[in-house]
């Protein structure tokens, strides 16, 4: 089975540029996540889709940073314009397998090491 | 909201030696994961275990709900172990609540 995939790996760009960031998730799962790792700490939840709907998007800083999960399967997430301190490690997660196994377990992709200078 | 704390911050092992990570949570929940994030920064799935326990080769682990704790055992600790260990909780399919985490370091 596939695991989530995530693109780029890595991105380097100077402050007030803009990126995104394209996540795939596990097939069958209906529940996506971003979350943002700070060197150093845990990851912290940023935004949660349900299908194509938002759950919860109370820690998205909204004036910069948007996503979207078009048909309910892949999702970007845009950052415009960047900041020094959004220099962290954005990874997505899928969970809500109907398909038999854990219903809640999440897994996570490789994640998107972002630098901005 | 649900506080999650790990310990020890940091562990220095020698290959061969075995551990125990320790995991409190402040509150009740219905989902408890363990990660192992390797120096690449992949998080690995070790453990969905929101109570019992479970084991998988060298690795187990025992979660009591009731008591709000979860222990991960390593035994016979390998290089290739090293990197850090997260316990994370939740409800259901809402956002998962990282630990600190562990800093386990085995050395040759």
């Known amino acids: 089975e596939a695991g989530v995939a995530q693109s780029p790996r890595y991105k380097i760009i100077e402050k007030r540029q803009s990126v995104a960031f394209w996540c795939n998730p596990i097939s069958g799962h209906a529940t996506l996540y971003w979350y943002q790792q700070i060197l150093g700490q845990g990851p912290k939840l940023l935004i949660q889709?349900?299908?194509?709907?938002?759950?919860?998007d109370s820690q998205l800083p909204k004036d910069r940073f948007s996503a979207e999960r078009l048909k309910g399967v892949d999702s970007t997430l845009k950052i415009q314009p960047a900041k020094l301190e959004d220099s962290a490690v954005y990874l997505c997660?899928?969970?809500?397998?109907?398909?038999?196994?854990?219903?809640?377990?999440?897994?996570f992709g490789p994640g998107t090491r972002l630098t901005v200078t | 909201g649900i506080q999650v704390e790990q310990s020890p911050p940091d562990l220095i092992l020698q290959e061969g030696a075995n551990s125990t990570l320790r995991c409190n949570f402040s509150d009740s929940v219905n989902n408890l994961q363990w990660f192992h994030q390797n120096p690449w920064g992949q998080l690995i799935n070790l453990f969905y275990i929101p109570s019992g326990t479970k084991q998988n080769g060298r690795l187990s682990a025992t979660t009591v709900a009731t008591e709000r704790y979860s222990l991960l055992y390593i035994s016979s600790s390998q290089t290739t172990d090293s990197g850090v260990y997260f316990c994370?909780?939740?409800?259901?399919?809402?956002?998962?609540?990282f630990g600190t985490g562990t800093r386990l370091t085995i050395i040759p």
């Open positions: 889709f349900q299908n194509n709907g938002v759950v919860d």
């Open positions: 994370a909780v939740n409800f259901g399919n809402e956002k998962l609540t």
């Open positions: 997660a899928s969970s809500l397998d109907t398909s038999g196994g854990n219903p809640y377990e999440q897994y």
